[in-house]
T-cell receptor, first 117, second 113 residues
Framework: GESVGLHLPTLSVQEGDNSIINCAYSNSASDYFIWYKQESGKGPQFIIDIRSNMDKRQGQRVTVLLNKTVKHLSLQIAATQPGDSAVYFCAENLPYAGGTSYGKLTFGQGTILTVHP | KAGVTQTPRYLIKTRGQQVTLSCSPISGHRSVSWYQQTPGQGLQFLFEYFSETQRNKGNFPGRFSGRQFSNSRSEMNVSTLELGDSALYLC????????????FGPGTRLTVT
């Protein structure tokens, strides 16, 4: 479904802690998932992506986990830093078939991450 | 390599006017998608262009239109502006074809008074 943004979930952590941000996606047919970080006044910044044929993917200090059984995605950030404070969005895309999914990411509502020094 | 650029960054318009926003994708990218971001609705897909053709369109009224040029630069136009059109308009570019990975520009902040 379409994203809603009235009340964003929040996560508050201490510097150095590990953070886990969760996302429930909407369409079981989605085959691509992506996490973005958006800082105030900026556009979303690509963090990491994963395809549906995988259940885990690691990047630098970040790990994405995909559970297709329950349509759940999570982003783990290791050793969280104050510079990680931002809004984090998950997004999904359907396979490119039939023309209704081209270039269309469907975004979750976002989670506000605050890291305290 | 330069990122996605959008112009102008900020815009103030009056109800009933029209506006044109511009997006230059990352060099080599042929797909441009446009999104509207508001506090109430979050990020919503407007449309996508690839090789000068609109391949996909979201659920927005016909007042929202776009186009893409042969150099992959894209414009979107909003006619007869309404107060509810105030938003951050984001464009994102990707290689196109079967590539899903999108890179976003900084956005254009449109305020309608």
């Amino acid at each position: 479904g379409e994203s809603v943004g009235l009340h964003l979930p929040t996560l508050s952590v201490q510097e150095g802690d590990n953070s886990i941000i969760n996302c429930a996606y909407s369409n079981s047919a989605s085959d691509y998932f992506i996490w973005y970080k958006q800082e105030s006044g900026k556009g979303p910044q690509f963090i990491i992506d994963i395809r549906s044929n995988m259940d885990k993917r690691q990047g630098q200090r970040v790990t994405v986990l995909l559970n297709k059984t329950v349509k759940h995605l999570s982003l783990q950030i290791a050793a969280t830093q104050p510079g990680d404070s931002a809004v984090y969005f998950c997004a999904e895309n359907l396979p490119y078939a039939g023309g209704t999914s081209y270039g269309k990411l469907t975004f979750g509502q976002g989670t506000i991450l605050t890291v305290h020094p | 390599k330069a990122g996605v650029t959008q112009t102008p960054r900020y815009l103030i318009k009056t109800r009933g006017q029209q506006v044109t926003l511009s997006c230059s994708p990352i060099s080599g990218h042929r797909s441009v998608s446009w999104y509207q971001q508001t506090p109430g609705q979050g990020l919503q897909f407007l449309f996508e262009y690839f090789s000068e053709t609109q391949r996909n369109k979201g659920n927005f009224p016909g007042r929202f239109s776009g186009r893409q040029f042969s150099n992959s630069r894209s414009e979107m136009n909003v006619s007869t502006l309404e107060l509810g059109d105030s938003a951050l308009y984001l464009c994102a570019s990707s290689w196109g074809g079967s590539s899903y990975e999108q890179y976003f520009g900084p956005g254009t902040r449109l305020t309608v008074t």
